[in-house]
């Protein structure tokens, strides 16, 4: 991705995520209700790793006002038999259920169907997250099914993730 990159949605912008993010993101990560979902032991290191992570493509969600209000990401599976694109988000809690989730995620589904000709899309919350899952449902995505102690929460143990996807056929 080019540092350029930026998508326009009807309420948000995505701008390719640059090192000028760190502090905005860093700081939204670090919220109780994001590092419930999005752990880490060194916030900063982390987002300065992801960065370098060839394996991803994050865009930094800016409001119409231009403050930084979260962070999309994709990941892209490049076996032609099993060929798809994977996006995780998270929004500042002060932001949520103005839309920047539900368009940001559309917007970003429509540059990985229209841009890099992916025919699916894939996205995993957590299973108890029920706010993301209807975000996600209004966007378009289907829950495929429950994916049994998927990922370690802050307490070791393990809880229940929802696989959902979206074809280009179901965008919303």
Do not use: C, M, N, Y
């Given at each position: 991705m080019s540092g350029s990159t930026e998508l326009m949605g009807s309420v948000v912008r995505l701008a390719a995520t640059t090192i000028e993010h760190e502090a905005d993101?860093?700081?939204?990560?670090?919220?109780?209700?994001?590092?419930?979902?999005?752990?880490?032991?060194?916030?900063?290191?982390?987002?300065?790793?992801?960065?370098?992570?060839?394996?991803?493509?994050?865009?930094?969600?800016?409001?119409?006002?231009?403050r930084i209000v979260g962070l999309i990401q994709f990941g892209e599976e490049t076996d032609p038999d099993y060929r798809h694109a994977s996006i995780d988000i998270y929004v500042d809690p002060s932001q949520h259920r103005r839309g920047y989730a539900s368009d940001a995620i559309r917007t970003l589904a429509d540059y990985l169907f229209d841009q890099h000709g992916h025919h699916r899309i894939a996205i995993d919350p957590a299973a108890d997250n029920e706010a993301a899952i209807a975000c996600y449902a209004k966007v378009g995505f289907q829950p495929v099914g429950p994916m049994r102690s998927y990922e370690r929460q802050a307490d070791g143990e393990f809880a229940d993730g929802l696989l959902m996807d979206m074809l280009a056929s179901d965008r919303a």
């Open positions: 993101l860093v700081a939204i990560r670090a919220t109780p209700e994001v590092r419930q979902r999005w752990r880490g032991d060194d916030l900063v290191e982390e987002f300065r790793e992801d960065l370098l992570d060839s394996s991803i493509e994050q865009f930094t969600i800016i409001d119409k006002a231009g």
